[in-house]
């Protein structure tokens, strides 16, 4: 038996392979009631024999760190969607992964879970930017922007 080998699908995924700088806007939410501005540097690579990105993500506010998160993206072939499986300092429990599609320059991924769900959308910009954007609701029928960000690249690609 010939191993399995990355898709096409595989391969989209490293659109979002590199380093990333992000201004970003955070909306008042139960986590933030303030919300407000922050920075964040991003560190995405593709990974094991190309089959998933993995990305490390690092939010400040000021000077200090507020928020770390840890990221697998991958293609699930049965269910022909992408996942994204989301750890960070937050400390919840993962729960199950997001699935998403591309639509055009659009990775977009639904989640639902204990505290919710969740839409999360990159848009990408094709001059070395993305813009990310969160997505909350309660019910799945009202949603409130959690953050929003554009990312430039920092490596030379």
């Known amino acids: 038996m010939e191993m399995p080998k990355p898709q096409d699908e595989h391969r989209k995924l490293s659109a979002l392979a590199g380093a990333w700088t992000g201004d970003e806007k955070l909306f008042p939410s139960p986590w933030d009631p ?4 922050a920075t964040s540097v991003v560190e995405a690579r593709i990974a094991l ?6 990305m490390d993500y690092t939010e ?16 699930d072939g049965n269910e022909k969607v992408y996942t994204m499986h989301w750890f960070d300092s937050m400390g919840f429990p993962a729960g199950s992964h997001a699935k998403g599609r591309f639509d055009g320059n659009r990775l977009s ?3 639902q879970g204990p505290m919710g769900h969740g839409r999360y959308s990159y848009e990408f910009q094709g001059d070395g930017t993305y813009k990310f954007s969160i997505e909350n609701s309660q019910d799945g029928r009202q949603w409130s922007k959690m953050m929003e960000g554009t990312y430039r690249r920092t490596d030379r690609r």
Request: proline share 3%; no cysteine; net charge positive.
């Open 34 to 37: 303030k919300g407000g501005p």
């Open 49 to 54: 024999d190309g089959f998933y990105l993995i």
């Open 60 to 75: 400040k506010r000021g000077n200090d760190t507020s928020y770390r998160g840890h990221g697998v993206f991958g293609w």
């Open 109 to 111: 991924f639904t989640s």
